[in-house]
Nanobody, 118 residues
Framework: QVQLVESGGGLVQAGGSLRLSCVAS????????MAWFRQAPGKQREFVAR????????SHRDSVKGRFAISRDRAKNTVYLQMNSLKPEDTAVYSC???????????WGQGTQVTVSS
């Protein structure tokens, strides 16, 4: 079984920054990719960013390009999301996900709240 634990959320003013972390732990698992998703109240969960574990290739949703950056530390089984120039519309619960293959995400974290005040 794999556990994902997020941290780093909080309350920040518009224009501020936060750095989210997600640590994967467990036995006998491999990682193809990790990703960040978010869900705002009353809205569907949406993809934010993704990174492949071996090559480090990244992708970001258009609305966060140039403001957010996903990265990983393979030695620590940790994925990060650096969020700059935050906007009120970025307010959501941010969750990380782990995929063992390119087909789907197999494990999910509980999420961390990010609130951006105007």
């Amino acid at each position: 079984q794999v556990q994902l634990v997020e941290s780093g959320g909080g309350l920040v003013q518009a224009g501020g920054s936060l750095r989210l972390s997600c640590v994967a732990s467990g036995r006998g698992f491999s990682i193809y990719a990790m990703a960040w998703f978010r869900q705002a109240p009353g809205k569907q969960r949406e993809f934010v960013a993704r990174i492949t574990w071996s090559g480090g290739s990244t992708s970001h949703r258009d609305s966060v390009k140039g403001r957010f950056a996903i990265s990983r530390d393979r030695a620590k089984n940790t994925v990060y999301l650096q969020m700059n120039s935050l906007k009120p519309e970025d307010t959501a619960v941010y969750s990380c996900a782990l995929g063992k293959s390119s087909l789907d995400y197999d494990y999910w974290g509980q999420g961390t709240q990010v609130t951006v005040s105007s």
